[in-house]
């Protein structure tokens, strides 16, 4: 699988939007960019994903560079309940592929 | 809730000994993955299975193995812990086709080896 490159942590106080970013420069015509979060204490949850276009849904959008080089996670206005571990990976359409975790970015919100 | 569900939700044992984690996928995913957490490692892919088979193999140590059966449950098989073994471990699944392209996480299993 490609790899993503994303910061290690980042703050955001309540209320605001919030820009996560993720760089995939050997990112395949094939792959997807997923996002997932994990908050504390629990297991990995789906955020949102795509491939060349740009994507909304109830928990954030996701814009994809033209390149597909790079990607962002917008959370229009982030709550204290976001503050998780955010994670963008890119799949390979179809089954038999595993997902493989980097470190993510720590996304701390602050009152 | 994700509809995978996972037991034990913890679980104490010692070292040398033998454990099984079991998961049940969503209804109607045909694939489950394995993923081991531990505070130093982050998540570590260990396995996947696919209608009950052996799809792709991660970081999946030899004295772990598992299965998914028939009926698409899943477990994983610990043997001869070590207290490196102690962590929370995942289970995922996932179906195939557009929806399928994406994984749906259980609550994960507290295994602390003492």
């Known amino acids: 699988d490609a790899k993503t490159t994303q910061p290690n942590s980042m703050e955001s106080n309540e209320e605001e939007p919030v820009h996560l970013p993720c760089n995939h420069s050997?990112?395949?015509?094939?792959?997807?960019i997923h996002w997932y979060r994990q908050l504390p204490s629990q297991g990995p949850e789906y955020v949102i994903h795509?491939?060349?276009?740009?994507v909304n849904n109830r928990m954030a959008s996701l814009a994809i560079a033209e390149d597909r080089k790079s990607s962002t996670l917008i959370l229009h206005r982030a709550t204290l309940r976001d503050a998780a571990v955010y994670y963008c990976i890119l799949r390979v359409w179809g089954y038999g592929q595993n997902f493989v975790f980097g470190p993510g970015t720590r996304l701390s919100v602050l009152p | 809730d994700s509809g995978v569900t996972q037991t034990p939700k913890h679980l104490i044992t010692a070292t040398g000994q033998r454990v099984t984690l079991r998961c049940s996928p969503r209804?109607?995913?045909?694939?489950v993955y394995w993923y081991q957490q531990s505070l130093d490692q982050g998540l570590q892919f260990l396995i996947q299975y696919y209608n009950g088979e052996e799809r792709a193999k991660g970081n999946i140590l030899e004295r772990f193995s598992a299965q998914q059966f028939p009926d698409l449950h899943s477990e994983l098989n610990l043997s001869s812990l070590e207290l490196g073994d102690s962590a929370l471990y995942f289970c995922a699944s996932s179906t195939t086709g557009v929806r399928g392209n994406t994984i749906y996480f259980g609550e994960g299993s507290w295994l602390t080896v003492v």
């Open positions: 795509g491939l060349t276009s740009n």
């Open positions: 209804s109607g995913d045909l694939s």
């Open positions: 050997t990112i395949s015509g094939t792959d997807y």
